[in-house]
């Protein structure tokens, strides 16, 4: 069902109940003054009654008398003695108990069907007496019944009109909508470059606009991405495998000596590493991606292990500073990975300065530990500074390098996945730092869990 009948289906109940129940209210308050109004008449009925009737004297002025005359609808009067006879005849003729309630000295309404009446009780010096009278409010009903013709009428009048008002106030609430949906609906892969209009950017729909065209931002940047991904991997893959099957050519073409025989294969077996060392990086960002949690986790000190990852490369280009600290540094990480995502950050620190010497800094700080690589070699343009981090892309001044592009990748999804996080500040030409933040190990994670004191 479409929201704009469930909106009108919602008003329309909404207002038919709050009608019905008005009316209601309305029909009962009228019903209740009507009543009452005609017992405080049947009350002066019975005064009268009681002037003519009982007092029977000369006091009682032409007035009364005239009063007396214009009676109600059906109206009776009765006069009876408070004796037993009397209010057997109370109880007998108009309704159960009403003896009893007169002698209480209160005047007594009751209804006898749809006859209302008052009971009054009167001492005088002939003996108690009981004046009773009742009649039928026939003006009165009528009264009430057209009231109740006309209510119900209004409430089904009034809902068909807040019904439509209703049904035409939502069409024009969600006609935004439907123009979005329609503009939504001719997006597609070859349009990613569309956009919904925001028509009001504090109501709902406004809101709801900026958040499909923030998800089409996000989903237009990873088919980019996807895109020169695709372009980057079939260049870097196809460039080893056209060298190997190019020399494989010339190598059958004819006889060729024995040193051209080794040179040729020297050149495929160089070629056939390098894609090699490719279709690892793809593996190992493939499965670095799918990763929810650490696998085989334990307990390692920093220290050791950045120091390990340092042992693999010259020490006379190495500028080390790690202070003595009080307390090893322990963290929970994966051996293999983490040093993967060091050695990474290192290499390329050794690669892109030449004979420059790195710097290794290592410092703590709360909840943590902070690894700085830094190298005064060809570093990172501005422009391009913010694709780093996407699988094989190169910077133009990296690509005489021999490399693959997977390597910054790679380390930061490795260091986010230990709780950390990777930061790279580069100047073309000054050189490139790469800092490493990672969390201490936490002595309520590190029960019963293996400990290295590498």
Not at 155 to 170: E, R
Request: net charge neutral.
């Amino acid at each position: 069902m479409k929201i704009r009948n469930r909106l009108t289906i919602t008003y329309a109940l909404t207002a038919f109940l709050t009608l019905a129940a008005g009316g209601v209210f309305i029909y009962w308050f009228s019903a209740r003054f009507h009543h009452q109004e005609f017992f405080r008449r049947l009350e002066e009925r019975v005064d009268v009654t009681e002037q003519i009737f009982l007092e029977k004297n000369e006091t009682v002025t032409q007035a009364v008398r005239e009063k007396f005359l214009h009676t109600l609808d059906e109206e009776i009067e009765y006069v009876l003695t408070l004796q037993k006879s009397g209010l057997d005849s109370l109880d007998g003729i108009f309704k159960q108990g009403l003896g009893q309630e007169i002698q209480q000295g209160k005047a007594v309404f009751f209804w006898q069907q749809e006859r209302q009446g008052v009971c009054k009780r009167y001492k005088l010096s002939g003996g108690d007496y009981v004046v009773v009278v009742t009649a039928v409010d026939i003006f009165g009903q009528s009264k009430l019944d057209n009231l109740h013709k006309i209510l119900i009428v209004g409430t089904f009048l009034g809902s068909l009109v807040l019904i439509s008002v209703g049904y035409w106030a939502a069409g024009r609430a969600l006609r935004p909508l439907e123009t979005k949906i329609l503009k939504a609906s001719q997006i597609s892969a070859q349009k990613l470059d569309l956009r919904l209009e925001v028509d009001n950017p504090d109501d709902e729909i406004g809101q709801l606009a900026i958040a499909f065209n923030s998800t089409l931002d996000r989903l237009q940047a990873a088919f980019e991405a996807q895109r020169r991904f695709i372009s980057n991997a079939s260049h870097e893959l196809r460039n080893p495998m056209t060298a190997i099957i190019g020399e494989t050519e010339v190598l059958l073409a004819k006889e060729r000596s024995p040193k051209e025989y080794r040179a040729a294969l020297q050149i495929i077996q160089t070629e056939a590493e390098r894609l090699e060392q490719l279709t690892n990086d793809l593996l190992g960002l493939a499965s670095s991606d799918s990763m929810g949690k650490l696998p085989s986790p334990e307990l390692l000190a920093l220290d050791g292990l950045l120091l390990e990852v340092l042992d693999k490369f010259p020490a006379e280009r190495q500028l080390l500073k790690i202070p003595d600290f009080d307390s090893v540094p322990m963290i929970l990480a994966s051996r293999s990975l983490l040093a993967s995502a060091l050695r990474n950050l290192v290499e390329n620190a050794f690669k892109f300065s030449g004979n420059q010497p790195v710097t290794v800094e290592m410092a703590q700080v709360p909840n943590g530990c902070i690894i700085k690589v830094s190298d005064t070699g060809i570093g990172i343009p501005a422009a391009e500074l913010g694709n780093i981090y996407q699988p094989l892309y190169r910077a133009r001044n990296a690509r005489r390098f021999r490399g693959t592009g997977f390597g910054l990748p790679l380390a930061k999804k490795v260091i986010e996945i230990h709780g950390g996080n990777l930061e790279v500040q580069s100047e073309e030409d000054s050189g490139t730092t790469a800092t490493v933040f990672l969390p201490l190990a936490a002595s309520t994670n590190t029960s019963g869990l293996p400990k290295s004191t590498v």
